[in-house]
């Protein structure tokens, strides 16, 4: 398995309270992915990055921000979560954008 | 971005092939066709991909038509390990992964 955790795995957090989720991976590769996973949605990309402070918005980026001040590390923040942002978040790497992308093990949030 | 179609579920016996179909009759000529499965809870797992040609690797087989309007991924000895959703993706270089619904696989003892 590609080198990618995943932080917290599991949170269980109120709504109107910010939240973080940490990805890093050990693989030097250059672009990273944050997805959710929804029952009935399949997984849908909410924001990525093609390098250190370069960023860009995906399908569902509405509530949420990202930053990557390093290569290893693409945080994912929920300013003020709501409950329609209780999901399963994957994190994903590619060597670059054109390939195949490996993704983490996931965080399963729920927003009471 | 190509939109597949997969059916929503399927058995296999365990030891048995198992041949998972993937309709992408709308593919352009630069879009690959790719190949993921999640086992329940876990991240997505990269099978195989492919552009024209079959690919085979230690986990899948791939074939493609010639047209590339289907694909079909073959586990050849499928295990009770192998049970997961598959997802078969038309991916262009440039673009984001697109997810649907996956085949739903069973695989019985």
């Known amino acids: 398995d590609a080198g990618i955790t995943q932080s917290p795995r599991h949170k269980v957090t109120e709504t109107g309270t910010p939240v973080t989720l940490r990805c890093h991976q050990t693989?030097?590769?250059?672009?990273m992915y944050w997805y959710r996973q929804d029952p009935g949605h399949g997984l849908r990309l909410i924001h990525y990055s093609y390098g250190v402070k370069d960023t860009d918005k995906g399908e569902v980026s509405d509530g949420y921000s990202v930053s990557r001040s390093k290569t290893e590390d693409f945080l994912l923040t929920l300013e003020s979560a709501t409950s329609s942002q209780t999901s399963v978040y994957f994190c994903?790497?590619?060597?670059?954008?054109?390939?195949?992308?490996?993704f983490g093990p996931g965080t399963r949030l729920l927003v009471l | 971005d190509a939109k597949t179609t997969q059916p929503p579920s399927m058995d296999c016996a365990e030891g048995r092939a198992a041949n998972l179909p993937c309709n992408h009759s709308?593919?352009?000529?630069?879009?690959?066709v790719y190949w993921y499965r999640q086992i329940h809870s876990q991240g997505p797992q990269y099978i195989i991909h492919g552009l024209k040609n079959n690919e085979t690797n230690e986990m899948a087989s791939l074939i493609i038509t010639e047209d590339r309007k289907s694909s079909t991924l073959i586990l050849p000895h499928a295990t009770l390990r192998d049970t997961a959703v598959y997802y078969c993706i038309a991916y262009n270089y440039g673009q984001n992964f697109v997810f649907g619904p996956g085949t739903r696989l069973s695989v019985l003892p």
């Open positions: 709308t593919i352009s000529g630069n879009e690959y």
């Open positions: 693989e030097n590769h250059r672009y």
């Open positions: 994903a790497i590619s060597e670059q954008g054109a390939e195949t992308q490996y």
